[in-house]
Nanobody, 120 residues
Framework: QVQLVESGGGLVQAGGSLRLSCAAS????????MGWFRQAPGKEREFVGA??????YYADSVKGRFTISRDSAKNTVYLQMNSLKPDDTAVYYC???????????????WGQGTQVTVSS
């Protein structure tokens, strides 16, 4: 298990950009998967993207607009969100697991979530 703290959420107009940060503490490994998920009211938590080793994976809904990166020295992962749409409005969560993939049950550690609101 690792402790995760998210930041960077806020209100932005459609077409704008935000960068979310997820700072991790505790024991981690280079092969740990760091995932991003989001959950809108009345909907299930859905996969946004993940980074494992140097490979990144994205949901089709955000591919080409969102980018995940990692700063190993700071033990922090980032989610750069561009060309935001109102449908991107949700609480965004970061997660960590040695073998995490694209579903929430694959992750043991979670951040508290940060609200992203995209106005029309």
């Amino acid at each position: 298990q690792v402790q995760l703290v998210e930041s960077g959420g806020g209100l932005v107009q459609a077409g704008g950009s935000l960068r979310l940060s997820c700072a991790a503490s505790g024991r981690t490994f280079s092969a740990y998967a760091m995932g991003w998920f989001r959950q809108a009211p009345g909907k299930e938590r859905e996969f946004v993207g993940a980074i494992r080793w140097s490979s990144t994976y994205y949901a089709d809904s955000v591919k080409g607009r969102f980018t995940i990166s990692r700063d190993s020295a700071k033990n922090t992962v980032y989610l750069q969100m561009n060309s935001l749409k109102p449908d991107d409005t949700a609480v965004y969560y970061c997660a960590a697991d040695p073998n995490g993939g694209s579903t929430p049950i694959e992750y043991d550690s979670w951040g508290q979530g940060t609200q992203v609101t995209v106005s029309s």
